[in-house]
């Protein structure tokens, strides 16, 4: 089955810089990659989703890019702001299931 | 306002007994799936099903047993063959078969042992 391994595990920004959340997948058929953004005790939501035949996808602050090739995929925020602070799981989908990270804490600092 | 509702929020097991979670959809989406969140993991799939009528093992399905007798429907039993059930359940769907689209998230029941 697909493993998805996800680094690094908690991440402290400043106010401001960049925040960059890596994974890498395993099975090289996965060919969807979505990231959510979950805040404490609540549900996960999709904050931006790849597909395979595509290697960057932007949505304002927020990035991703995929390499097939290496089988990973990064999540980039520009100009962070404290309502940025949560946990980032990335997964990749494997035909009828998806497969997530174990998690990225961030904590943006004011 | 569409959506999933999970119910309880808060449940609590005694040794020996089972217990069922709900999830009802109003999505009108055709496949839903439950995944089990521990602390410092990702969520790991407990049961998925594509159809009403329909459900298959996930990753993690031993002490879990579920049913999909209505489309808008998919209740988790943890029985008592789960020893370390403690953890945050989360029910999701998607609009049709397969994993290659959005999942829409319910907002979780977390189930402790007495």
């Known amino acids: 089955g697909e493993n998805v391994e996800q680094h690094p595990s908690t991440l402290s920004v400043q106010e401001g810089d960049s925040a960059v959340i890596k994974c890498t997948y395993s099975?090289?058929?996965?060919?969807?990659f979505p990231w959510y953004k979950q805040e404490l005790g609540k549900r996960p939501q999709l904050i931006i989703d790849?597909?395979?035949?595509?290697g960057e996808k932007k949505d304002q602050r927020i990035a991703v890019t995929l390499n097939k090739t290496a089988k990973h995929f990064s999540l980039h925020i520009t100009e962070t702001q404290p309502e940025d602070s949560a946990v980032y799981f990335c997964?990749?989908?494997?035909?009828?299931?998806?497969?997530f990270g174990a998690g990225t804490t961030v904590t943006v600092r004011a | 306002d569409g959506g999933i509702t999970q119910s309880p929020k808060y449940l609590f097991r005694k040794e020996g007994q089972n217990v069922t979670l709900s999830c009802e959809q109003n999505?009108?989406?055709?496949?839903m799936y439950w995944y089990r969140q521990d602390p410092g993991q990702g969520l790991r799939l407990i049961y998925y099903?594509?159809?009403?009528?329909?459900?298959q093992k996930g990753d993690i399905a031993e002490g879990y047993s579920v049913s999909r007798e209505k489309k808008e429907s998919f209740p988790l039993t943890v029985t008592s063959a789960q020893k370390n059930p403690t953890a945050f359940y989360l029910c999701?769907?998607?609009?049709?078969?397969?994993?290659?689209?959005?999942?829409?998230f319910g907002d979780g029941t977390r189930l402790s042992i007495l």
């Open positions: 099975d090289s058929a996965s060919n969807y």
């Open positions: 997964a990749a989908s494997d035909d009828y299931k998806l497969s």
């Open positions: 099903s594509q159809i009403v009528n329909d459900f």
């Open positions: 999505l009108n989406h055709d496949a």
């Open positions: 790849i597909r395979s035949n595509v």
């Open positions: 999701a769907s998607t609009r049709s078969p397969g994993a290659d689209q959005p999942q829409h």
